[in-house]
């Protein structure tokens, strides 16, 4: 595979965890213009770990996990109570304070002799883990596909389960949902918290990937990205996001067919595609009637 | 230290001005017309950079560019309007804020929001352009303070924005057309409102509104970056949320308060400080908001 | 001519933080340095890149260009380059091709005498690069 294409493939797999991110709390019912926060605290956490206090990779990416999920539980236990727009401002406020704090990181530790760790808005270079374990381009694409792989076979196993319809449910109907007893609320956080937690994994893979992160990388229109890749694709199954972003990093930039104009072209596309399927290409109709045909259940 | 605090704040009603004339504009978006319109700010973007590939092709006269960079976001908004409102408008009507339908023409906006984005940056592609700044000369002296012209000036442009649009809204038939439109509009296009002119009218109004805070924008600052978008959107959010949503009168309040506040933490702690300090403040306002759903439902 | 934007001290010691890197023993960082001129085609441009470790020329050394956005990551792709050795120690050549104007991160995943991947930022504005001091 030549480097193009690995580097294509690459980006497709890291920007599908943050696709996936507002996928979920798409489901859920709430729009968020604030998961590349996450992804950022997990790219920082992770370089942290493995740059500056030298852990390797699994666990640094746990690590990153467990931070992104209780930033996000905590942006959301001020803010779930609001709904549509003003949720999508709370995360937007929290996304870019997240960003400046970033900005405001200065922490350097001693290592080999060398001054490593976050420095501001300079950056947090030297996150060389992958690169000193050997690890060549074409390796670390299978290890991020591997991890992602294993996240959407989780959310497949999910969807078809009691807890996937409830979260539907929530999403699509909420006062119906509150009449039958289901804590919207608890499920609510609980969605928050583990859609932080797998753009912080994505975020931590990307470190890693790129060796060197900086506030900049982790500005709105990264989790805008995100968000149309879901909305595009699909909210019907988590393969939906995939879809939404190998359209358009995948065949649109790849291609390099509309270089220059690319932005205009997906733009467009979404645009008109939402006056027609307003859930995406893979929605929930499509999804039922395949499944449904290619399982001959029910 | 006084002389400090007051020339701060001198400099803060200057700007504040400009964030009221955004917030004017945002509150007609969001909180009179009830849209979710992302692109709002990128149409005004547009607007300015038009003025500016005119600026730098010939020497126009200021009010002429103002002229431009209305008609120019309003052109943007048409497109806007077209694009992301109109088609989802009869599915709108039923469901609330949060329909189906509200959120796709929301993120339809922000999509067409990516294009304005790269429409922009393919027709200038720098960073960084120059604009004819407001005013010329030395500031006004008042004591020990330096008052500069643009501060009468856009406190002049607001406080006119302000009337005309309540006058408009609630003493003119097009604003209680509007208002129809917006509360009741099965009942509107039955009593023989011609539903979509009305709202594409109320959309151009709001445009044009931006556009004159986007002139006053780039004029002040003097230039012009691709992130005016982005920008534009975020002041004139926060200063709408700090006056409380669907005020107009608010709306002016919250732009000076925006202002003031901004110049008073990038005096004290740096302009990273000024940026975290408006953000913390929309969160905590929407934080409280939350609260006191909480507490009602 | 940019000057280096490379921000690793010169004064480094080994970079062996795992055994299962190859040898040499003491990998010392190499610093490096960009200068690019634009063709008649638009955003594509031919750069020179001068490598040097501990104060000398660093030749025979294998490197692949790649380039992101700070500001949009994971958005461009942009094919890698291998840069062909110049005629001055420690030189090599290679061309460019962006897609648009703005600060782009270079990087340099260099093998041979030095395993090392070194980003420097730069400002691509349709004329030259000029390094980015933030």
């Known amino acids: 595979m030549d480097g193009y294409t690995v580097g294509v493939l690459t980006n497709i797999g890291l920007f599908s965890f943050l696709a996936l991110s507002a996928y979920v709390l798409l489901v859920a019912g709430e729009l968020s213009f604030g998961q590349q926060a996450f992804f950022g605290v997990g790219a920082y956490t992770a370089g942290v770990a493995t740059a500056m206090f030298g852990w390797p990779l699994a666990a640094a990416t746990a690590a990153a996990m467990a931070l992104g999920g209780l930033a996000a539980l905590l942006v959301g236990l001020s803010t779930l109570r609001l709904r549509g727009l003003y949720f999508a401002m709370a995360t937007l406020a929290a996304a870019e304070m997240a960003r400046i704090l970033f900005e405001l990181l200065r922490w350097q530790r001693e290592v080999n002799g060398e001054r490593v760790g976050p420095d501001g808005a300079q950056g947090f270079r030297g996150i060389r883990w992958v690169f000193e374990h050997g690890m060549e381009a074409g390796g670390f694409l299978a290890l991020i596909y591997g991890v992602l792989s294993v996240l959407v076979t989780a959310l497949l196993v999910l969807e078809r389960s009691r807890l996937g319809a409830t979260l539907r449910a929530v999403g699509l109907d909420p006062e119906q949902a509150a009449a039958v007893g289901i804590d919207i609320h608890r499920i609510k956080l609980g969605v928050v918290s583990a859609a932080g937690a797998v753009a912080a994994l994505g975020g931590a893979l990307y470190a890693h990937h790129n060796t060197y992160v900086e506030p900049r990388n982790f500005d709105i229109m990264l989790g805008v990205h995100a968000l149309a890749y879901a909305l595009v694709g699909g909210l019907g199954t988590a393969l939906g996001p995939l879809l939404g972003v190998a359209l358009d990093v995948g065949v649109l930039e790849g291609s390099q067919v509309f270089a220059g104009y690319r932005m205009i072209v997906f733009g467009g596309v979404v645009a008109l595609l939402l006056v027609v399927r307003p859930r995406g290409l893979l929605d929930e109709q499509i999804v039922n009637a395949l499944t449904r045909r290619g399982w001959g259940l029910r | 230290m006084l002389a400090d605090l007051a020339q701060n704040t001198l400099d803060g009603l200057g700007a ?25 700010g990128p149409a005004i973007m547009l607007g300015a950079y038009a003025a500016t590939w005119v600026s730098l092709h010939a020497p126009v006269p200021l009010l002429a560019l103002a002229a431009i960079t209305v008609a120019g976001s309003v052109a943007a908004g048409a497109y806007v309007e077209r694009v992301c409102f109109a088609p989802h408008r009869r599915a709108r009507a039923g469901s609330g804020p949060a329909g189906a339908a509200a959120m796709a023409a929301m993120v339809a906006s922000f999509a067409v929001w990516m294009q304005l984005e790269e429409a922009a940056t393919l027709a200038l592609p720098r960073h960084l352009y120059a604009f004819p700044p407001l005013t010329t000369g030395p500031p006004l002296s008042l004591g020990p303070l330096a008052l500069r012209m643009e501060t009468p000036i856009g406190l002049g442009v607001a406080a006119a924005v302000c009337a005309a649009l309540w006058w408009m809204l609630y003493r003119a038939r097009f604003g209680l057309a509007v208002r129809a439109v917006i509360e009741r509009p099965a009942a509107a296009g039955l009593s023989g409102i011609d539903v979509s002119r009305v709202s594409a009218a109320a959309f151009a109004v709001a445009s044009s509104v931006g556009g004159v805070g986007g002139f006053l924008v780039a004029a002040t600052h003097g230039q012009v970056t691709p992130h005016l978008g982005m920008w534009t959107t975020l002041k004139g959010m926060l200063a709408m949320m700090i006056g409380g949503l669907g005020s107009l009168p608010g709306a002016v309040a919250g732009g000076m308060v925006l202002g003031v506040l901004e110049s008073h933490s990038q005096w004290y702690l740096g302009p990273q400080a ?23 439902g | 001519m940019g000057s280096a934007v490379n921000h690793v001290r010169p004064w480094l010691a080994a970079t062996a933080l795992a055994a299962l890197v190859a040898p040499p023993a003491h990998a010392q960082r190499a610093d490096a340095s960009l200068a690019c001129r634009a063709t008649a085609t638009a955003h594509v441009y031919d750069c020179v890149l001068t490598l040097s470790r501990g104060g000398k020329p660093l030749q025979g050394a294998g490197v692949v260009v790649g380039v992101d956005m700070p500001s949009m990551p994971l958005a461009h792709s942009v094919a890698p380059v291998t840069a062909t050795p110049g005629a001055a120690p420690g030189e090599y050549h290679f061309r460019l091709a962006l897609e648009m104007h703005g600060e782009w991160a270079v990087k340099l995943r260099l093998s041979g005498p030095v395993r090392d991947q070194l980003i420097l930022h730069y400002d691509f504005d349709g004329t030259r690069a000029s390094p980015v001091r933030r």
């Open chain 2, 16 to 40: 504040g001005a400009s964030y009221a004339v955004l917030a004017l504009g945002f509150t007609l978006v969001f909180g009179v017309l009830r849209l979710a319109n992302l692109a709002y």
């Open chain 2, 274 to 296: 000024r940026d975290l300090t408006a953000y913390l403040l929309l969160f905590a306002l929407l934080a409280w908001r939350s609260r006191g759903l909480a507490r009602r």
